[in-house]
């Protein structure tokens, strides 16, 4: 099972990134796939989340803000992130949940928002 990151960086507040995540060699097909943060000192939350069909959840804190897409062909999922501010500095991980159990995380990839 592989989830590899990619799209993390420096950026000015206000600015905009966007992360993707592909997994690959999963041994089931994939359910939910997430995005979840962890900033220096606090604990993992969760970001985004998207189901097979395409249901989606956001976290108060980035709604209105950040759009979550997948890819179920290519087993990818996306995180776009727009006005972003200091307190989005964190690592960014991706999530996925595959069907008949098994979850798994990516490696995370470092989002700093500079002010």
């Known amino acids: 099972v592989q989830l590899q990151a990619s799209g993390g960086g420096l950026v000015e507040a206000g600015g905009s990134l966007r992360l993707s995540c592909a997994a690959s060699?999963?041994?089931?097909?994939?359910?939910?796939m997430a995005w979840y943060r962890q900033a220096p000192g606090k604990q993992r939350e969760l970001v985004a989340r998207?189901?097979?069909?395409?249901?989606?959840f956001y976290a108060d804190s980035v709604k209105g803000r950040c759009a979550i897409s997948r890819d179920n062909a290519q087993n990818t999922v996306h995180l776009q992130m727009n006005s972003l501010k200091s307190e989005d500095t964190a690592v960014y991980y991706c999530?996925?949940?595959?069907?008949?159990?098994?979850?798994?995380w990516g490696r995370g990839t470092l989002v700093t928002v500079s002010s």
């Open positions: 060699r999963m041994p089931f097909s994939i359910n939910t």
């Open positions: 998207i189901t097979g069909p395409g249901s989606t």
């Open positions: 999530y996925v949940d595959t069907h008949f159990g098994g979850n798994y």
